[in-house]
């Protein structure tokens, strides 16, 4: 079985400060890791995806994430927050043979002008 | 970039009514679709899986006979929801997984849009 616990369910920043979105899974197999982010009333989109190859993947608009398999981590990380960032942000885990998404309970984040 | 459409975004219905969500994939094949639930500020829950040509596999506590899967083509799947009731009321969101080959469970998930359904 697969779950994924995302620390803080709100993080405020300030505009152009970095950003650290955690999120810890735990899997009895090699996960595949994701980060979806969510727009109010939108689905969701993916930002990064992490699949056994490179542990630190580079995602759209800035965002990276780097996959610890000795602290079971797949933190997401952008150095300098802007408005536009604010919005739900959901990690989730898979595993081969198991096609379904399992989410974290999601980070909501806040930008502070 | 692959697209995956939701037909209604919104719909309000009464009571006791059926209300069908159609998910698309516009420009992939989709062998497999999921649908998922999202209640106000809580993370997307796994309702069923669909798979095109077959029946549904439905999580643990989700009724199959209130919600009905039907993934007639490689690009569209339907959730009904039959005789609706206040508690229904939630955002419902799908997601395609694009076929490929050569790879087992990494593969990425695109999402719908998502549809808000009100009972009334």
């Known amino acids: 079985a697969q779950s994924v616990t995302q620390l803080g369910s709100h993080v405020s920043v300030s505009e152009g400060a970095l950003v650290l979105l955690r999120c810890n899974y735990s899997s009895s197999v090699p996960p595949y890791l994701f980060w979806y982010v969510q727009y109010p009333n939108q689905g969701l989109q993916l930002l990064l995806k992490?699949?056994?190859?490179?542990?630190l993947v580079k995602g759209i608009n800035g965002f990276e994430a780097e996959f610890k398999k000795s602290e079971t981590s797949f933190h997401l990380t952008k150095p300098s927050a802007h408005m536009s960032d604010a919005a739900e942000y959901f990690c989730?885990?898979?595993?081969?043979?198991?096609?379904?998404?399992?989410f974290g309970s999601g980070t909501r984040l806040q930008v502070q002008p | 970039g692959a697209v995956v459409s939701q037909h209604p975004s919104r719909v309000i219905c009464k009571s006791g009514t059926s209300v069908k969500i159609e998910c698309r994939s516009l420009d992939f094949q989709a062998t497999t679709m999921f649908w998922y639930r999202q209640f106000p500020k809580q993370s997307l829950m796994l309702m069923a899986t669909?798979?095109?040509?077959?029946?549904?596999?439905?999580e643990q506590g989700v009724e199959k006979d209130k919600f009905l899967i039907n993934h007639a083509s490689l690009t569209l799947s339907t959730l009904t929801v039959t005789s609706a009731h206040p508690e229904d009321s939630s955002f419902y969101i799908c997601?395609?997984?694009?076929?490929?080959?050569?790879?087992?469970?990494?593969?990425?998930?695109?999402f719908g849009p998502g549809t808000r359904l009100t009972v009334l």
């Open positions: 992490y699949t056994s190859a490179a542990t």
């Open positions: 997601s395609a997984r694009q076929d490929k080959t050569g790879l087992a469970g990494g593969d990425t998930q695109y």
């Open positions: 669909s798979n095109e040509g077959s029946k549904a596999t439905y």
């Open positions: 989730a885990v898979s595993a081969p043979g198991r096609r379904a998404l399992t």
